[in-house]
């Protein structure tokens, strides 16, 4: 093996170690405790394990945490109705809604109906557009603790080749949007790309947001590249529940110059970027000084 392990962890825990010094400046000289609201229905329990988590991480950087809990049959009015409630409560300054939402609820309208401002995920179509435009937004947690992750290793990224292989909303458009906000040459792959193994090869930074278990072989990636596998997939190997990405890691590390592992690269992160963003949308709500 000859790839650096890029250490999601670490950068996590120092990421969140600034935040939690950042709210006690808010508490101590502002009196103000930054909050954030996570909304989850039904009882899908990948997400609870999610939900979980992210309160815990809230509480230990010393912000509130408030937990919504409704049930699989909640009605789209209700759910409204609550993120109504949520917009305008001046204590909560994040409002974060785990998705997948049950079928019978329009995941796209309940976003939306999110106050911009408080929409920590980023996934609010004027943070889109805003992202999009290269204006101040909320930024999307995964792609931005990748875009960290990245320019933590390499410093600048401008006009290196990146290929995002994955074109979802949630990480692969936003990838690529922040990858061309750093000036590189981007390309984004999907299921219908053609040489998709040819594609990847070209890539100085290859990002993999597929969700398909170890689906990269080490032969697609080009020498010296910087690999970040976004992917989480749940499989069985020797009779044990594993967590793998959507790289093989063992013939990826043999080529690449770096790489982040599954578990231990970009989960972390993702909930480090929850905090800060939801510290932002604190210090913008309030007219203060943003965390850098
Ligand atoms: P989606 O299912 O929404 O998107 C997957 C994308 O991969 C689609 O654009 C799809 O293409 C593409 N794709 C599927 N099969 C292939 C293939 N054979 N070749 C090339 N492209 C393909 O997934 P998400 O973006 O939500 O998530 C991706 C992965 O990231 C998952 O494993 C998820 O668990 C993980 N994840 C991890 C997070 C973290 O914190 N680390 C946070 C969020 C997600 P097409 O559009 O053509 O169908």
């Known amino acids: 093996m000859s790839a650096k392990i890029i250490d999601g962890k670490a950068f996590a825990a120092k ?3 600034q935040v ?9 000289e502002n009196g103000i405790t930054p909050g954030l609201a996570v909304v989850l229905v039904g009882e899908d329990p990948a997400s609870e394990v999610y939900v979980r988590s992210k309160g815990k991480a809230t509480v230990e950087a010393g912000m509130n945490s408030y937990e919504h809990k409704l049930p699989a049959e909640t009605s789209e009015a ?3 109705a609550l993120i109504d409630k949520l917009n305008n409560d001046p204590n909560v300054h994040g409002i974060l809604v ?5 079928k019978h609820l329009n995941s ?5 109906s999110l106050d911009p401002a408080k929409d920590v995920d980023g996934f609010h179509i004027s943070n889109v557009g805003l992202l999009g435009t290269g204006q101040k937004s909320m930024v999307p947690c995964t792609p931005l603790g990748s875009l960290m992750m990245l320019r933590d290793h390499l410093g600048s990224l401008s006009g290196l080749d990146a290929v995002v292989v994955g074109r979802s909303n949630i990480v692969g458009k936003p990838m690529a949007q922040l990858l061309l906000g750093d000036s590189c040459t981007v390309t984004i792959a999907h299921s219908r790309t053609k040489d998709l193994a040819g594609v990847c090869r070209k890539a100085d930074i290859l990002v993999a947001a ?4 170890e689906m990269i072989p080490g032969d ?4 010296d590249a910087t690999v970040i596998d976004v992917g989480i997939n749940r499989i069985e190997r020797d009779g ?13 590390a043999k080529v690449a110059g770096a790489i982040t592992p599954v578990p231990g690269g970009v989960g972390p992160m993702t909930i480090a970027c929850l905090l800060a963003n939801t510290v932002t949308a604190c210090c913008r709500a309030n007219g203060l000084a943003e965390p850098e």
């Open 98 to 102: 785990q998705l997948p939402l049950p």
């Open 20 to 28: 939690a010094e950042h709210v006690a400046r808010l508490k101590k």
């Open 108 to 112: 796209d309208l309940v976003i939306n």
């Open 240 to 252: 044990k529940t594993k967590l793998v990405g959507d790289v093989q890691f063992e013939s990826a």
């Open 15 to 17: 990421v969140r170690g």
């Open 210 to 213: 597929v969700g398909r278990p």
């Open 78 to 80: 209700e759910l409204l």
């Open 220 to 223: 697609w990636v080009k020498p």
